[in-house]
């Protein structure tokens, strides 16, 4: 384990030494997102942002991890996940039921498709190589499933040949030193090819057109000690958009038309897709196959959060066991710090507040007695001064409303109690919330929930800020201070992470600049349109939307032919997408029509002082989204005057 004074640290499958360890971090929610007939043979995308977590979840079904967990099944903590990968069928109460094998796609395939070849040749050459790699990674998974040792125990399997295929260059039936002697000779051949300065269509390995290893593990081929290894399959290819486009496209068609009983899973970010793709339905579809988009599996099955909450919990656990008294052993309450804000250090504040709106809202309805019963009912209204704020804070919204609403009416009838009750909704006291956040300095931004919508469905974002957070925790238990964090130092941690996440969004992506001064003109206006005086659209907007016609227009090949800049522009947005900087909702219907909304991740609503749910948004025409792209937001005489 490289950092177990604060396992927040640990952000990737690859950076957790051991099977324990990883184990014991593993958030099993992910497994929830799953059909639950995920190993039945279907082929299943599985894409998101990068950090969505992917590369753990294929991590997870490997056979070392596996054999671990069985290991471990007498330990509480991994109770629920041994009970979801059982209902998977990927175990048994005494044996791992499916043998994966997994395979980086960052590994020579990218340098493959650089040599130049003719399609059909760096077809052939990338099956035979991603063949090779397969076979002998069965071999390897048979042995660790059966507690055998890698390579030490080869001799005892025997590859037996397929009914009606032979693999170019190996003999049948052969011993599993064979196998290895001849998978390394494909991996060389290969790599001879890449090192060739100029290579030519007949040098290495003869290949093939088909996945040959898929029709192997199906026919099961694979002896041990000279019985067959009855076992169903699991391939899972990481990482695919490390792939050159020709490759992934020849790699899902193989795939696809095989129609192997062997379980293929294929993982990439979504860079892997076209623009037209992620602007479309195509991020949330897969040719002949199941598509998990694992942010969009989040937001719809309203999981995430519990899920974050086990992953928190028990890097927290982690910590204290490693630093002993030194480390908070729970990571939510150090950040569940509600009450704070009605400690003595706030009271003053609060009431200064208190007092300036109360005094605003006697001025708003001077002169204005049909407004009478609405103050009294404030008034007479018991609570916290926190509680009373907040309240005070919501008429004022609501008689702003009622005002702009009523100009014109010739008679102005006294409104109700009940007329109010009816009015005062989560989503006022919500903006009211959030007003007083801007107006007085009032922390919004804290809390675990507020920090697991931060996260906007990506786990890594939120191992991030949760990381952040502990850290501040860990520093003061060192020092013998209580680990708690006040609401106001959870903000500001927490807003510092805007920088470090999305400004280096230009190392990232080639228009990477052109985005955050689109993004830059999103938030300006989002909080334009949230903080007018009478809230119109409560408790505010975190995002924009075009009408799915105009969407239509925006990945028409013809249009963006004829108008360079509107290609230019659904290039922009693809990239804001696939990096996770927007989040696409299509067919979103409204009064009639249908939208495609784009709402900001979470992580840019502190620095534009934003709400943290979804459902709100406006509509721009796709002709002034283009030009905040170049010139930025600037609000119009109508957009003062809403």
């Known amino acids: 384990m490289k950092d177990v004074r604060n396992p927040f640290r640990l952000q990737t499958a690859e950076s957790i030494d051991s099977e324990g360890d990883f184990l014991r971090l593993f958030g099993h929610g992910v497994l929830d997102l799953l059909p639950a007939d995920a190993l039945s043979g279907r082929p299943l995308f599985i894409r998101s942002a990068p950090g969505g977590g992917k590369t753990s979840l294929l991590k997870l079904f490997t056979p070392s991890v596996l054999q671990h967990l069985l290991a471990m099944k007498g330990n509480e903590a991994v109770k629920d996940l041994i009970n979801k990968l059982k209902a998977l069928g990927a175990i048994s109460e005494q044996e791992i039921k499916v043998l994966s094998v997994m395979l980086p796609c960052a590994r020579t395939f990218p340098a493959l498709a650089d040599v130049g070849l003719k399609a059909p040749r760096a077809k052939r050459l990338l099956l035979a190589l991603i063949d090779a790699r397969i076979i002998l990674g069965a071999l390897r998974a048979t042995l ?3 507690r055998l040792r890698f390579p030490d125990d080869l001799a005892r399997l025997t590859l037996r040949a397929l009914p009606d295929e032979q693999i170019p260059d190996l003999s049948f039936p052969c011993n599993g030193s064979d196998v290895q002697r001849w998978a390394e000779r ?15 269509d007949g040098s290495g390995p003869s290949g093939h057109d088909s996945l040959l290893s898929l029709r192997l593990l199906d026919a099961n081929s694979i002896l041990l000690d000279g019985n067959p290894v009855e076992s169903r399959w699991l391939v899972t290819f990481d990482d695919m958009q490390k792939l ?15 129609r192997s009983r062997s379980t293929v899973w294929m993982a990439e970010r979504f860079e892997a897709l076209t623009t037209d793709e992620l602007l ?8 002949d196959g199941e598509v998990i988009a694992l942010e969009h599996e989040w937001k719809e099955k309203r999981r995430f959060e519990p899920a974050v909450r086990v992953i928190a919990e028990r890097r927290a656990r982690m910590a204290a066991d490693s630093a002993g008294a030194n480390a908070p052993d729970s990571f939510a309450p150090t950040i569940n710090a509600e009450a704070d804000l009605e400690a003595p250090i706030w009271q003053s504040k609060t009431h200064d507040a208190l007092d300036v709106v109360r ?12 407004y009478a019963e609405w103050v009294k009912s404030r008034t007479d209204a018991d609570g916290s001064l926190r509680e009373q704020l907040i309240n005070w804070r919501a008429l004022e919204i609501l008689i702003e409303r009622h005002t702009r609403k009523r100009q014109l009416a010739l008679v102005l009838e006294p409104l109700s109690r009940d007329e109010l009750v009816d009015k005062d909704g989560a989503d006022v006291r919500g903006a009211a919330e959030l007003f007083l956040s801007k107006e007085f300095g009032f922390p919004f931004y804290f809390g675990f929930s507020r920090l697991a919508s931060l996260a906007s469905f990506n786990v890594e974002q939120f191992i991030r800020l949760a990381g952040d957070l502990f850290e501040e925790s860990l520093a003061a238990a060192i020092m013998r201070r209580p680990p708690n964090l006040s609401p106001d130092r959870q903000e500001r941690i927490l ?13 990232r992506a080639k228009n990477g600049r052109e985005v955050l001064t689109f993004i830059e003109a999103v938030g300006q206006f989002c909080n334009h349109v949230t903080h007018q005086p009478n809230a119109p659209y409560s408790p505010g907007i975190n995002g924009i939307a075009i009408s799915m016609q105009e969407r239509k227009t925006l990945i028409d090949p013809k249009q963006q032919a004829q108008n360079p800049a509107l290609k230019s522009f659904a290039e922009l947005l693809g990239t804001a997408l696939a990096h996770n900087i927007l989040h696409a909702e299509l067919d979103y219907k409204v009064k009639g029509n249908t939208y495609m909304v784009l709402y900001l991740n979470r992580l840019l609503c502190p620095k534009f002082q934003l709400p943290l749910g979804f459902g709100s948004f406006r509509e721009r025409p796709l002709r002034e989204l283009m030009t905040w792209a170049d010139k930025g937001f600037r609000p119009s005489k109508t957009e003062t005057l809403l």
């Open 144 to 146: 660790i499933a059966r």
């Open 186 to 200: 494909v991996e060389q051949g290969v790599c001879d090819i890449i090192d060739e300065l100029m290579p030519t």
């Open 244 to 258: 050159a486009a020709a490759q992934r496209t020849a790699l899902l068609e193989v795939v696809v038309e095989q």
């Open 280 to 287: 479309g339905s195509g991020a949330l579809s897969g040719r």
């Open 359 to 370: 005094k605003r809202v006697e001025a708003l309805t001077q002169g204005k007695p049909q």
């Open 495 to 507: 807003g510092e992470a805007y920088d470090a996440r999305v400004l280096d969004l230009p190392r």
